[in-house]
C-alpha cells in the first residue's frame, strides 16, 4: 500500500500554534531538555525508518494516539504510514477474515491500526527464523523478519514461513512534514521494534515494555501518569 496522496491522520496534536506559544507547558520528564530534531541530529535518537515504532508521548492526550506504539511500515519522501499495535478491537478475525484465524496470533482479533480508512484491512506478519520471504507469493519485507502480507494471498501457503500475523482495520498516515513537526513537538518517541512487539498478548502494555528496553532515562516515562491532575 503506498502513502503517496493518501488521506493523513489530520494536524497533530500540537498543530498550528498562532500565538507561537508551546502548548505543553512544563515538561515532566525534565527542563530544558534538547527538542527531538536537536537529539535526531546529533545522533543521540535513532532516525524514523520501516520498523521504527512512534510510542506517543505523556502530553499527547487526544484519545486517537493516547498510550499508543505506531509501527513504521512506510517512511519516505511522500510522507509515512503505519499502524497502532496496542488497541484490539471487539471483532474477532473470524468473522472478518475467517481463512487466516489459524495464522493469526492471539488473541485472534481484529486490531485498530489508526483513523484512516478503518473499513480497510492491512496485515503484518513475523517470518520464521530463517525463512525467505522471496520463497512465497504475498510477502513484502518490511524491516528484518516482519513483512507485509497481501491479504489476497492463501493462508496455507505462508503457514510454513510464518510465526503469525496481526491484521488492522485502518492506519495512522502522515502527510510531508507533518510527522517532522509533531516530532519537533516532541510528541512521539523514536524506538526500534522487535517483533515480538507485532505479536504480543493481550495482557501485555506494549507501550510501556518498548520504553523500559530504551536507553536511561526513557525508562522512567514508562510509569509516567498520562493524566498528572489525576494523581
Known amino acids: 500500500m503506498g502513502i503517496g496522496g493518501e488521506e493523513s491522520h489530520g494536524q497533530g496534536p500540537h498543530g498550528d500554534d498562532p500565538e507561537g506559544e508551546d502548548p505543553r507547558g512544563d515538561d515532566p520528564r525534565g527542563h ?29 492526550l487526544e484519545d486517537t494516539f493516547r498510550r ?45 491500526g489508526g483513523p484512516v480508512k478503518q473499513d480497510a ?3 503484518l506478519g513475523v517470518m520464521q527464523r530463517g525463512a525467505d520471504p522471496d520463497s512465497v507469493f504475498g510477502l513484502r519485507t518490511v524491516s528484518g523478519r516482519v513483512v507485509l502480507v497481501d491479504l489476497d494471498a492463501d493462508p496455507e501457503e505462508l503457514a510454513d514461513v510464518l510465526e503469525g500475523v496481526r491484521i488492522f482495520a485502518g ?28 505479536l504480543a498478548p493481550a495482557q501485555s502494555d506494549v507501550w510501556s515494555a518498548v520504553l523500559r528496553r530504551q536507553p536511561w532515562p526513557l525508562p522512567l516515562v514508562a510509569t509516567h501518569p498520562i493524566d498528572i491532575a489525576r494523581n
Request: charge should be negative; proline fraction near 6%.
Open 32 to 60: 530544558d531538555h534538547p527538542s527531538y530534531g536537536d537529539r535526531e541530529a546529533a545522533g543521540e535518537l535513532p532516525r524514523v525508518r520501516p520498523g521504527s515504532i512512534l510510542l506517543a508521548s505523556t502530553d499527547l
Open 121 to 123: 484491512a492491512l496485515c
Open 171 to 198: 492506519y495512522a498516515g502522515w502527510g510531508i512534514g507533518q510527522l517532522a513537526d509533531e516530532l519537533r513537538h516532541d510528541s512521539w518517541m523514536v524506538a526500534s521494534a522487535m517483533p515480538g512487539d507485532l
Open 68 to 112: 499508543t506504539a505506531v509501527y513504521v511500515i512506510e517512511h519516505n519522501d511522500a510522507g509515512t504510514l503505519g499502524v497502532v499495535i496496542n488497541r484490539m478491537s471487539q471483532t474477532a478475525v473470524h468473522n472478518l477474515l475467517p481463512h487466516w484465524t489459524d495464522l493469526a496470533a492471539s488473541p485472534r482479533a481484529v486490531y485498530v
